[in-house]
């Protein structure tokens, strides 16, 4: 099978699009890192909505085993982009201070994309719609993903599928005994319900990762503002640090201490 002459690196990729995004509203030199890093993490996440989105419908229908590798491939992703945070570290405060100005209110709080992972991930809180205009390509998603099952809620139709009693959906983010004691079967008896096994560490990799992610975030907000108010008015590094309690799975941790 011949190639197409017509497709070149350039046109495959759209090169000339990708590079004439970045758009710096300063002259400061640090401020096209600021912009790089950010997009970088945008098109980091619209992969890993497409890896999760493989790996939800692939539980779904019951093929649980070839779901782990979009789900590690999505672990994977998450390190380079925690990684990435180093390179953003670079930038002293005197140097995001030359052009925090031109940013206005914008700030990754309004990241739909990142919402819409936490939303797929089973992290549902409606109230963050309201960042997003009605009728943007951004709030349909959010809407989309927050009526839709998360990851979590398929894992939990294998176990229903296994014969264990746990509820159709998660409702909270506090621990279920049900679906607590569900998992504690499982790795109590690794043998006899070993992808659901596999299936549960993958779940903790994806959630320890997220967890490494917002860490060297904060760090790294500290480490260049201080604790100021963020640019889009949100508490800035208070704010972050109140996000690392959160967990995805509450449960897959929680077993641990039952083991």
Known sequence: MSSDPAVTYTGYLALDDLLACQRPLSARHDEMLFVIIHQTKELWLKQIVHEIALAQALIRAGDVEPAFKSLARVARIQ???????????????????????????????????????????????????????????????????????????????????????????????????????????????????????????????????LLAWRHKHVLTVERIIGAKRGTGGTEGVAYLAATLARRCFPELWSVRTQL
């Open 79 to 209: 390190a380079v982009m925690t990684l990435s945070w180093d390179v953003l570290a670079t930038m002293t405060p005197a140097d995001y201070t030359s052009f925090r100005d031109v940013l206005g209110t914008s700030s990754g709080f309004q990241s739909w994309q990142f919402r819409q992972l936490e939303f797929m991930l089973g992290l549902k809180d409606p109230a963050f719609l309201k960042f997003h205009p009605e009728g943007s390509a951004g709030r349909a998603a959010l809407e989309a993903a927050l009526a839709a099952p998360s990851l979590y809620d398929d894992a939990l139709g294998r176990l229903a599928a296994a014969g264990f009693d746990v509820p159709p959906a998660v409702v909270s983010q506090g621990v279920d005994p049900a679906i607590e004691a569900a998992w504690l079967a499982v790795y109590r008896d690794t043998d006899r319900y070993w992808d659901l096994y596999e299936l549960a560490e993958k779940l903790v990799d994806l959630d320890a990762a």
